[in-house]
């Protein structure tokens, strides 16, 4: 465990490792107390693109767990920030939930449903065939379609539900168009993660439920991986994978228990 209690930096998914929709999971609490303990830097890197981070923040807060919002870096911001240098200023339509229309608002991108630069998909709860059938006809037209993330199902406390990768499947299937993905395993969110952190891609560490987004995301940044059990992924969905993390724990519970033991 020495290598671990010696990174510098801590990078940790959300779903599926801190939290289950509103049921906060076991070791999540004292892991922050160990973090703040030790004096490390840490961020909280999500795919979810529905919440802003003073949203998140609060939502930990109700959790039992107070963090502020600039420990948070969001599928929503990572999209924002690479619209923002392909094109500044752009415009785009937008399939999706506040934390992703607030953070391209902050980004200065504009919205537009008639003829924008971009379709942008995440998550939302308000689904429609008015918005595929125009988010298609717009790609059709030119727009190009950026997902928030390619996450096609999401742990929440009532079980496995649709993610944005699920979300968008229609319109790439309607359009013969691929999107890009800003958010994990796209390791430009990693590396802008582990440099907010102001750390070494050596010196830090990233902590996820997924073998898809968070393991891989690590491996092509160059960043240690921790997989935790306590998500979508469980050992036997180990060997679907040509790539391993470099530690496996059932959770954050027996993560903490390894990092305080002498």
């Given at each position: 465990m020495q290598p671990l209690r010696d990174k510098k930096g801590f990078v940790s998914d959300m779903d599926g490792v801190i939290y289950h929709g509103d049921k906060l999971l076991p070791g999540?609490?004292?892991?922050?107390?160990?973090?703040r303990e030790n004096h490390k830097e840490f961020l909280f890197l999500t795919n979810s693109s529905e919440r802003t981070p003073r949203e998140l923040s609060e939502k930990l807060s109700r959790l039992g767990i107070d963090?502020?919002?600039?420990?948070?870096?969001?599928?929503?911001?990572?999209?924002?920030?690479f619209l923002?240098?392909?094109?500044?200023?752009?415009s785009a339509y937008v399939i999706g939930e506040a934390g992703l229309l607030n953070a391209l608002y902050d980004a200065g991108i504009s919205m537009n449903n008639v003829n924008p630069d971009y379709v942008v998909v995440g998550e939302?709860?308000?689904y429609s065939?008015?918005?595929?059938?125009?988010?298609?006809?717009?790609?059709?037209?030119?727009?190009?379609?950026?997902?928030?993330?390619?996450d096609t199902t999401g742990p929440t406390e009532k079980g496995i539900v649709p993610a944005?990768?699920?979300?968008?499947?229609?319109?790439?299937?309607?359009?013969?168009?691929?999107?890009?993905?800003?958010?994990?395993?796209?390791?430009?969110?990693?590396?802008r993660a582990v440099k907010q952190l102001e750390c070494l891609c050596c010196e830090a560490v990233i902590i996820g439920?997924?073998?898809?987004?968070?393991i891989i995301a690590g491996l092509e940044s160059e960043v240690d991986t921790v997989l935790v059990l306590s998500g979508v992924t469980s050992m036997n969905m180990l060997d679907n994978f040509a790539y391993r993390p470099n530690y496996i724990f059932s959770g954050l519970e027996e993560?903490?228990?390894g990092l305080r033991r002498n």
């Open positions: 999540a609490a004292e892991f922050v107390e160990w973090l963090v502020d919002g600039s420990h948070f870096y969001t599928s929503a911001l990572a999209t924002a920030n923002q240098s392909q094109k500044p200023g752009c939302t709860r308000s065939f008015e918005q595929i059938e125009r988010a298609t006809l717009l790609v059709h037209n030119g727009a190009r379609l950026i997902g928030a993330n390619p944005t990768g699920a979300l968008i499947a229609p319109i790439e299937m309607a359009t013969g168009k691929k999107a890009y993905f800003a958010g994990k395993p796209n390791p430009l969110m990693t590396r439920d997924r073998m898809d987004t968070d993560l903490v228990a």
